[in-house]
């Protein structure tokens, strides 16, 4: 079956634009993380949802990061007016639940490059 | 606050040797989840091996095995008869109440080689 798919794959934008980041889960899935990976900063876990909520938003690195889910299914994770230091591998992955020791099944990742 | 270590930064091993990938864990909650996750070049996270808090038996799954050492708080990788295609990025990683409820807490990985 159809994986966990994240687009677009790379974006390369100038500092100060908004970007917009897509992730479609598995099928079924309920559960929806989205993770930054970066050299300096490792992978940061920045938001989950279940369902179409988000129980906490405190791992949203500033208040230029926010991120919702509709329909149970797809979730975008706006950066308004990006930074350099935004420029990080945004992955998203899901799972059956967010509780009961189920993996996480990740997407390929979308390449953020901010000029 | 939960935290990962992972203290080796990169191994090289040998082909068909037995490897071992470190990870300690702190946490002040009783239930959690420890996960180990491989990363190879081409960047995709692939899930390897899961182990509950409360279970009793170290997890395995074929090649891979976790030395769950709870007194200890190390959840050790290991690889019986290492493969070429093993090399890649390793990841400890720990998760709140089992299940990941608060995302997961990454260590920094350990970059693994095999040589021939």
């Known amino acids: 079956g159809a994986g966990v798919s994240q687009s677009p794959s790379n974006k390369v934008t100038e500092k100060g634009k908004d970007v917009e980041l897509r992730c479609d889960p598995i099928?079924?899935?309920?559960?929806l993380y989205w993770y930054r990976q970066s050299l300096g900063q490792g992978l940061e876990f920045l938001i989950y949802f279940q369902g179409n909520s988000a129980p906490d938003k405190s791992g949203l690195p500033s208040d230029r990061f926010s991120a919702e889910r509709t329909g149970g299914s797809v979730s975008t994770l706006t950066i308004q007016r990006t930074q350099q230091e935004d420029s990080a591998v945004y992955l998203c992955?899901?799972?059956?639940?967010?509780?009961?020791?189920?993996?996480?099944?990740f997407g390929p990742g979308t390449r953020l490059t901010v000029t | 606050a939960q935290k990962i270590t992972q203290t080796q930064p990169g191994m090289f091993v040998q082909e068909k040797e037995a490897v071992t990938l470190d990870c300690t864990y702190d946490?002040?909650?009783?239930?959690?989840?420890l996960f180990w996750y491989k990363q190879p070049s081409s960047g995709e996270m692939i899930f390897l091996i899961y182990?509950?808090?409360?279970?009793?038996q170290n997890a395995t799954e074929g090649r891979y095995s976790l030395n769950f050492q709870k007194a200890r708080k190390s959840a050790n990788l290991v690889i019986s008869a290492s493969q070429l295609g093993d090399s890649a990025m390793y990841f400890c990683a720990m998760s709140n109440s089992g299940g990941g409820a608060d995302g997961l807490t990454f260590g920094k990985g350990t970059h693994l080689i095999i040589q021939p």
């Open positions: 182990q509950g808090s409360y279970d009793q």
């Open positions: 946490t002040s909650d009783p239930s959690y989840g």
């Open positions: 992955a899901s799972s059956w639940s967010g509780t009961g020791g189920y993996e996480q099944y």
């Open positions: 099928s079924g899935h309920t559960a």
